[in-house]
């Protein structure tokens, strides 16, 4: 892995230095950040602690004269199913800028679903996205589609209008996508339709809600919306979302429907130093009680400087699942403790 990321770096630096001497580019950066995790479970049968590379990304972005800005990503983790180390493009996109109201992005990125799916996995503020961005937005998706951190191929529409006060009170974004994932041709033709639309009432409010249609062969039809709420203002961030999904899971025994549903607070102590924060974190994959995970967290986080973070989380784990938790001894163990210990470090 280390010859791979010393290669990648060195290719990027390049391009860097030859870019500074064409004045087309402007703003170049180069810039990464790594997360370096432990992480502890009790869950009965399947104890298990471990220190893991939860992530390591390398980003070349900038602007192309004043109206376009693009990024390249790289991502960089371990794979202890197959004991290899994945290296894989993440993003690839330009976007067109020239109006607020009114900016068009192609290539490779995320998809306009949630709030939080955007989000830097940092400042998301937790040991992970929750569980239902990450089965109904792209990342695990209960489809049974290819890990893609959320991320899709297409194009998309986006903007701020009715600015009023020094701020846009609207946010517009709808795009179409392959429905594939990450680095891969459409298989069949179909395409996915996402999009979501929001409104800022005051500073640091948003409530919105979003849409995605979409049909694959040998899945069928997906249907999802999500309702949305988030007030980020001076270091204090509330946010919660549902979502809920209609179509054939990978496991067809599971049923067409799913939803999710989670609620957190980050608060400081001191600001932008240190927070303490909890989370309310609920999946049900049948859309059914007796086949949910939720997980009650709460957790701490502080600032060394800008670019080195520690963070550090209790998770109390309700898991309910009949396949799983009928264990050899007979009886049912829904409930488990995890710990996450999180380095994350910006350069």
């Known amino acids: 892995m280390t010859k791979k990321l010393i290669t990648l770096l060195v290719l990027f630096c390049a391009m860097t230095a030859g870019a500074q001497e064409n004045k087309w580019f402007q703003n170049l950066k180069l ?33 192309a004269h004043d109206n376009f800005y693009y990024k390249a ?51 998301q503020g937790f040991m992970s ?17 290819q890990a893609s951190n959320g991320r899709d191929i297409g194009l998309q529409v986006q903007g701020d209008v009715l600015n009023i006060g020094g701020r846009p009170w609207l946010h517009y974004q709808v795009g179409v996508f392959n429905g594939e994932g990450i680095n891969m041709k459409d298989k069949d033709n179909r395409k996915d339709i996402i999009g979501g639309l929001w409104v800022m009432p005051i500073n640091g409010l948003r409530i919105g809600a979003f849409g995605w249609t979409g049909n694959r062969v040998g899945v069928g039809n997906k249907n999802r919306y999500a309702l949305s709420a988030e007030y980020a203002r001076n270091d204090w961030t509330f946010r919660s979302e549902y979502i809920h999904s209609q179509g054939i899971g990978a496991d067809a025994e599971a049923g067409d429907k799913a939803d999710g549903l989670y609620a957190l607070s980050i608060v400081p102590i001191i600001k932008n130093k240190l927070h303490v924060k909890a989370r309310y ?26 670019n080195l973070q520690l963070n550090i989380e209790y998770a109390r784990v309700n898991e309910r699942n009949e396949h799983t938790y009928l264990y050899t001894t007979g009886t049912e163990h829904h409930n488990y403790n995890l710990i996450d210990v999180e380095l994350d470090v910006r350069f």
């Open 281 to 306: 974190d609920c999946y049900r994959d049948r859309k059914s009680w007796a086949w949910s995970k939720t997980n009650y967290e709460v957790g701490a986080d502080y600032m060394f400087t800008k």
């Open 129 to 145: 996205y929750s569980q239902n961005v990450t089965k109904l937005a792209g990342f695990s998706d209960r489809t049974g589609e």
């Open 31 to 63: 810039s990464g950040y790594g997360m370096i995790q432990y992480q502890a479970s009790d869950k009965v049968e399947e104890e298990a602690n471990s220190f893991n590379l939860r992530l390591v990304r390398v980003a070349l972005e900038g602007h």
């Open 73 to 123: 990503q790289m991502q960089i983790n371990g794979n202890t199913s197959t004991g290899s180390t994945a290296i894989r493009l993440v993003d690839l996109f330009g976007e067109w800028q020239k109006w607020k109201f009114f900016r068009v992005k192609a290539g490779q990125f995320k998809r306009p679903f949630t709030f939080e799916n955007p989000m830097h996995p940092i400042n």
